[in-house]
């Protein structure tokens, strides 16, 4: 965010009405917006509320903004006050298209953790720093020099990148796919959007689980898709939970996240998923399995994917390197019957022309790397210690006041809090003591839940962290 330069010799608050008038002319302030309140205002620029009361008056005498007790300050309608030229109604547009914006919930979070004031974050539902291949990346592009042609790649993907997903998916999914069944794409998220865009219409029935990672996601909104829980309980959904939702809305597609499920951490049960993969069959219905967690499994044999069970071509399989090496390389995937890979990779060529090949070079190298069992292994020790240290924090500082289901893979701890809180006000009072954390209602779960991802703070934060999350229960109980 910008802030006025105090070495300048210009005062701070020309500097301020200066910026404004600028950002109005630019139409980033629209006519007719609501500007920042005085007081408000002057705390996010860490200036004097009097400086900010300067500026505005200043503005007002030119004509750029008008203010109306109760109704806050406004841009004028006319800029200058008597141009008859209009800027165009950008609010409307904004407000406008078909596209959903993020819940306010994530955009408050987003806001906390831009501001790049030190906080810990128990929000975020990606890898530290210290958990990714950084070292491990920066020795295969020391030995393996990027010099390949920086043009367009086949839109389905980098062409090598698809074939060592073959060799990748068989060994650690145990499942069976081909270089033509195969869909690179930036991340699990652009897998969804993809499917939901051109695989339903809307007013299209699907069937998502409940709480989901998904109901944080406006794009099924945003398709007009009508969504219906599937509740999850420590064994993961009820496959005649999907039978009913067949019969009473003729559901056209179940979304799940059966290993280490987001956010709960449950594992589904080896029997549903055989009766579930029946029942998609008998009514053919398409499953889309979200499997970024499987390799995550602190201990024994990750969790087989329903795609390795799956014989008769019923499940869209997406997988990503986004929680087991790092998220912004941008890669993901997608298993699908080969008509539905060349749908969707025409649909995505029409919005970007395809990925970067340089991650995706990047990605077939460390695939190929002897690095990769090494990493996974370093990965899960820590993700378990993490766990851990959560876990120990939260008995200590919370006891009875908490209850959760102890994951045995993801990033995730799902928590239940015992006494009746209100999620706006414990989020509040939580910002205030430096830490952040995504609701429970975020994933369609009644208020009173909790999510927090240990992957992301540092080893020596989670406690401390913990201790500031009970002052602010503390505080919104009182």
Known sequence: ??????????????????????????????????????????????????????????????????????SGTRVSRFKWGVSSKHTPNWNRYVEGGNFLPNLPFLRRIREVLQKGTAIIDFASGELASDLAPNEEIRLILKEQPFIEHLGYVNPQGYVPLRETLVSYLEQYRSIQATESSILITSGSQQSLYLITQCLLSPGDAVAIEDPS?????????????????????????????????????????????????????????????????DLAAELGIPIVEDDPFSLTAYEGTPPAPLKSLDQHGSVIYIGSLSKIAASGLRIGWMVAPHSVVSRLADARQQMDFGLSVVPQRIAVQFLESPYVEPHLDRLRTSLLFKRDLLIGALEKELGDDVTFTVP?????????????????????????????????????????????????????????????????????LV
């Open 408 to 476: 045995q893979g993801g990033l995730h701890l799902w928590c239940k809090i015992i006494p009746e809180v209100n999620d706006s006000k414990l989020l509040e009072e939580a910002i205030k003591r430096g830490i952040i954390f995504v609701p429970g209602s975020v994933y369609g779960s009644d208020s009173g839940y909790v999510r927090f991802t240990f992957a992301r703070p540092s080893q020596e934060d989670i406690v401390p962290g913990i201790a500031k999350f009970a002052e602010a229960l503390r505080a919104v």
């Open 213 to 277: 990672y998904c109901y944080s996601l406006p794009m099924f909104q945003s398709a007009g898709l009508r969504l219906f829980r599937l509740p999850v309980d420590d064994k993961g959904i009820k496959p005649e939970d999907v039978r009913a939702l067949y019969k009473k809305h003729r559901i056209r597609m179940v979304f799940i996240n059966p290993n280490f499920q987001n956010p709960t951490g449950a594992v589904f049960d080896p029997v549903r998923r055989t009766q579930l993969l």
């Open 1 to 70: 965010m910008w802030k006025p330069d105090r070495t300048s010799g210009q005062s701070l608050f020309q500097q301020i009405a200066d910026d404004m008038e600028r950002r109005i002319s630019y139409g980033e302030f629209p006519p007719g917006s609501l500007l920042p309140s005085e007081r408000k205002l002057a705390e996010q620029l860490e200036v004097n509320r009097s400086t900010v009361v300067l500026a505005y008056e200043q503005l007002r005498a030119l004509g750029l903004i008008e203010s109306q007790t109760g």
